[in-house]
């Protein structure tokens, strides 16, 4: 199937008037939970004309308490109707939206209201709108409105459209902020609307035909911007879920696509491979309408999107759907796009060049030592991308490994309130992503982090490469290992793992052995240290990203609490 892109450059670089043109689309948002054959399932499916209407009453209601351009709301709540009529509504009414976590389990209340708190003061957010169910979580100090409060009275009639500066800041999206004062990226409407421009030029999004699904936290640059604003300032028809609808039974995201024939959604490539696992179970779906699988917001395992492929091609599913991106929440979402329609494409490179000469040498997949990298594609317009030496900032060319700098018109011009933090990323125009990576044939390929690169022996070990390994142990958890270095006694540098596994009767002995076998094959070096610890007390982003950083300091605090 053939998409051709019916999206041309948007000139209008706020984001109201998009809001109001993709109202009169005639496009249908529709808010699912659970399975379509299974019990406490709903469906509701509205008009964005509609939506646009209560937003525009709540937006009202939004101004008369004095919110408007140059003041920031702070959102708490579960993907709803409610939400993402209130996300809109603070876009008309001129004002800044900032995205509050929820948490990602039980045990992390305390943690989840302390970082609440930091986000709230962080934003300078003039008002908070709650979800009701979240009231008692909030501090009492913390000025917040429910949804249903803003509601009562309010009228559309009294919406005044303001004036809004395109360098005026739409989104003010946090960064995980484990152990420090989370960051806000400033996005400012030029920004955003430049990128989503570039978005639906790149995936060649068809108005008139495609149907987007997500379940994807609102909280989440790919979620806010990427699968809801999409859809939201282009009229595009939007099946809207919440995550906990997809962890708790992945399958549903099957379903979703299969009943409402969608043609494009996204998740990182845990969710690929869940899904690969649902699919071994399911029957009666049709994902032949499946256009583009965005893959994106983790590093990407080609043996899961391979494995995800082959389960999925009894129900229709066409090798060409996977869409490995790249992106970050700095650059507002979106940086590189392959050619839709072009599936994954694999860059198999040498193992031990690349950890030591930090060059990308292509050699034959079957090979000892061979490394799979999936190409990202090209940088999107409006961007421009570089490979620079950390160390010396000197451009790098193709497959010389470097840090990658991109600059162009979907930037952000820093983080709020932050010169420091923005100074140490920013120069010249440049954002130094973080990430090491190289070009090939004009397409990026990421290797790793910087900061989370393990030296051993001269060699860039990334951690990655160690990961993918363990969590294919047979009683290890996918998705939930965790590698990173520490530097003993004698300054030479450790590899310690740390990795989810469910106990057995055999107990946890036969699984140590097996990591400590994976890891010395994929790498060639034994880890130095095996921690084996409970589901679910890995920490993790409130987007879900595993955090090596904060593993660490709890490895070395010795506050894991192995099984």
Known sequence: ????????????????????????????????????????????????ARLHDDARAIAAALQSRGIGPGTTVGILGPTSRDLVTAIQATWLAGATVAMLPLPMRLGSIDEFVEATRRRIANADATTVLIDPALSEFVPPDIHATTFAELAAGANAARYASPVVDPDALAILQFTSGSTDDPKGVMLPHRCVTANMDAICEGAGLDLDRERVASWLPLYHDMGLIGLLGVPMTTGVDLVLAGPQDFLAAPARWLDWMSTFRCTLTGGPNFSYALAARALKRADDLDLSRWRLALNGAEPIDPDSVESFLAAGAPFGLAATTPFCVYGMAEATLAISFPTPGSGMSVDTVDRRVLETDRYAAPVAADRDGARRLPRLGTVLNGLELQVVDPETGARRTDREVGEIELRGNSITPG?????????????EGWLRTGDLGYLVDGEVVICGRRKDVIIVGGRNVFPEDIERAVARVDGVRAGNVIAFGTTGRKGRESIIVVAETRANDTGTDPVRSAVAERVTDAIGIPPTEIVLVAPGTLPKTSSGKLQRSLCKDRYLSDILEPV
């Open 1 to 48: 199937m053939t998409y051709a892109s019916t999206v041309t450059t948007n000139p209008v670089n706020t984001l109201a008037p998009r809001l109001e043109a993709a109202a009169d689309r005639g496009g249908t948002i529709t808010f699912v939970t659970g399975a379509t054959d299974g019990p406490g399932y709903t469906a509701e499916a509205i008009e964005w």
């Open 415 to 427: 983080y709020f309130r932050n010169p420091d933090a923005t100074a140490a990323t920013m120069h």
